[in-house]
């Protein structure tokens, strides 16, 4: 949590909108003052959806898809990591892109198949699957189940061999390798609730069981190392270790993967000053790495699959709110607040993230105030930015949070009985809402 005293040194660092670099989705241009996404004018859509209200620039989106597909070549495999941003709209995306999703868990395996998604392109995570998930994706004809643990190889074998099914399966690895990034995203070290270690034996041990387990289809391994990665080295470290693991697998276990699924994790800016590393070059890295190190040990060259999330929908989404009050506190700090917060962007709260906002209907003039965006929330830490950059703010202005397209709508709550925002898709100036904002009547329509 940042600390709640205003940073006396702190100055506003007065670039506009257009200058904020890598935060900006592609399409993102200032219009006589005015911020426009998508051809659509942010300030106007706000006001005629309301706030808080999310914002998705599809061209953005199938951008970041089409350049993973190239990046990876056409026998290799793009799965979009659903945890990130799901709703039907973004699976339909996702089909007529031809990429594959990785899905956690029932739900967004529920809302996948409720959209029409072939299941064979649907990859299953999570790192305690219960019996009904389980049984929900083995007879949905899942394409790959990611085994986690002993207990669900036991049980996916129970489950699959019931119903004369064999299942497709990945061990997940822990590569014991620690990526760049906040502790709480990192997942590939050996202290890690995800997996099986390398270094214990556990690896193997569980490859020797998939092979012998009845219903089960042992095709590879799957490893995640982490989350908003800036230092891509820990992804050539990550090859090493897999390629050292399959040389021992296909010796002692007498099994070679096919397939190498690599996990999402490539970071994005969220701050003006970021330069995340781009698309290309981890495509590069991988697509060069893995062969060569395959090639060194006379091992079979596997399909590989990467799970981008944040990467691909991160700087496509932004979120508009409406400044409702402004509390000035004098050599305290400047509160301005908007008409949502930490039920749509627990982020800053969870993991001190921080955001670049504009105000969309001045999107022309410097950002020359700082000032705290303050939630609706009773909760003194639902604050969304903090001691942030923004033009000078009064009651009634649109502010655009930018970059909010990952882990936001998907982490967002109900806290206080908030209703979530609506979703909206802006393509070539046409607006299109593909989630309505929820009403008093779902937050009661589970009550009995
Ligand atoms: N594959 C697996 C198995 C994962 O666990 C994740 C993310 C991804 C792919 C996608 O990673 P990405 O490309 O989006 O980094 N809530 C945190 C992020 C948690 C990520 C969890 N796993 C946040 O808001 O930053």
């Not at 099914?165 to 822990?174: E, G, H, M, N």
């Not at 995800?194 to 391994?221: H, N, S, V």
Request: with cysteine; hydrophobic share 40%.
């Amino acid at each position: 949590m940042g600390s709640i005293r205003r940073d006396k040194n702190a100055k506003p660092d007065m670039r506009t909108t257009m200058q904020l670099g890598a935060v900006l989705s592609k399409t993102a241009e200032v219009r006589n003052g005015h911020l426009y996404v998508g051809g659509v004018n942010m300030a106007e859509l706000a006001r005629e959806q309301g706030t808080a209200l999310y914002v998705m620039d599809v061209a953005q989106i199938k951008q970041q898809l089409r350049a993973y597909k190239e990046a990876l070549g056409e026998d290799n495999i793009v799965a979009f990591a659903g945890k990130s941003f799901l709703n039907k709209a973004m699976v339909r995306l996702l089909a007529a892109e031809g990429c594959y999703l990785d899905v956690s868990g029932g739900g967004e395996l529920a809302i996948a198949l409720a959209a029409g998604f072939d299941p064979k392109h649907v990859i299953v995570h999570g790192n305690n699957k219960t019996e009904t998930e389980l049984t929900e994706a083995i007879e949905a004809g899942a394409g790959l189940i990611v085994a986690d643990c002993f207990e669900e190889l036991e049980r996916i074998s129970r489950i699959a061999s019931a119903r004369g099914i064999t299942q497709s399966i990945l061990l997940r690895i822990k590569p014991g390798v620690v990526a760049d990034t906040h502790t709480f995203m990192t997942t590939g070290s050996e202290d890690s609730k995800f997996g099986f270690g390398i270094t214990d034996g556990w690896a193997e041990r569980a490859a020797a069981q998939a092979l012998q387990l009845p219903g089960i289809a042992l095709k590879g391994i799957h490893v995640h190392i982490g989350s908003q990665i800036f230092a891509i080295s820990s992804y050539a470290d990550t090859i090493e270790v897999l390629a050292n693991l399959t040389e021992n697998l296909s010796k002692n276990c007498g099994f070679t993967p096919e397939i190498i699924d690599l996990g999402g994790g490539l970071g994005i800016a969220y701050q003006a000053a970021d330069e995340p590393t781009a698309i290309q070059e981890l495509g590069q890295l991988i697509t060069k790495q893995l062969p060569k190190a395959w090639e060194q040990r006379g091992l079979p060259l596997p399909t590989i699959i990467v799970e981008p999330g944040r990467s691909i929908v991160g700087t496509a989404g932004l979120t508009l709110y409406t400044v409702g009050a402004i509390k000035d506190l004098k050599d305290i700090r400047c509160f301005v607040a908007i008409d949502g917060g930490m039920t749509d962007n627990i982020r800053t709260a969870l993991y001190d993230a921080r955001y670049e906002s504009v105000i969309a209907n001045k999107a022309d003039r410097p950002r020359d105030a700082i000032v705290t965006l303050a939630g609706k929330h009773c909760e003194s830490g639902d604050m969304v930015a903090i001691d942030a950059s923004l033009q000078t703010p009064e009651v009634g202005d649109i502010v655009a949070m930018l970059a909010t397209g990952a882990y936001n709508a998907t982490m967002s709550s109900n806290y206080n009985a908030q209703v979530r925002p609506a979703v909206v898709f802006v393509e070539d100036g046409t607006a299109t809402l593909v989630q309505r904002r929820e009403t008093y009547t779902d937050l009661m329509a589970r009550d009995i």
